[in-house]
Nanobody
Framework: QSQLVESGGGLVQPGGSLRLSCTTS????????VGWFRQAPGKEREGVSC??????STNYADSVKGRFAISRDKNTVYLLMNNLKPEDTAAYYC?????????????????WGQGTQVTVSS
């Protein structure tokens, strides 16, 4: 069974950092572009960041630019989140898709993880 698995979420104080990981079971993640999305209660899902298959192209939502960094290494994609703010609180999901062009087009991704909760609170 092919699936994505996220990890690394948790409770952190404002200004703190977390690193999320996205890895796979059943297929090779290095064949896919990967996006990170988040959804807070009562809000729509939003794209956070994406990285191309080769890792040579990245993109970020304006709300996280300069604070978040996406990277990939073999079969894992990471999202390093620095200077976290309460408004970053959400469930974070990674997704994998064949095309490097889809980035924040969530409907075009082929695989999704179950999500990991990030809570930023003092």
């Amino acid at each position: 069974q092919s699936q994505l698995v996220e990890s690394g979420g948790g409770l952190v104080q404002p200004g703190g950092s977390l690193r999320l990981s996205c890895t796979t079971s059943g297929f090779r993640l290095d064949y896919y572009a990967v996006g990170w999305f988040r959804q807070a209660p009562g809000k729509e899902r939003e794209g956070v960041s994406c990285i191309s298959t080769a890792g040579d192209s990245t993109n970020y939502a304006d709300s996280v630019k300069g604070r978040f960094a996406i990277s990939r290494d073999k079969n894992t994609v990471y999202l390093l989140m620095n200077n976290l703010k309460p408004e970053d609180t959400a469930a974070y999901y990674c997704a994998a898709g064949y095309s490097d062009q889809i980035c924040f087009r969530a409907d075009e991704y082929d695989y999704w993880g179950q999500g990991t909760q990030v809570t930023v609170s003092s």
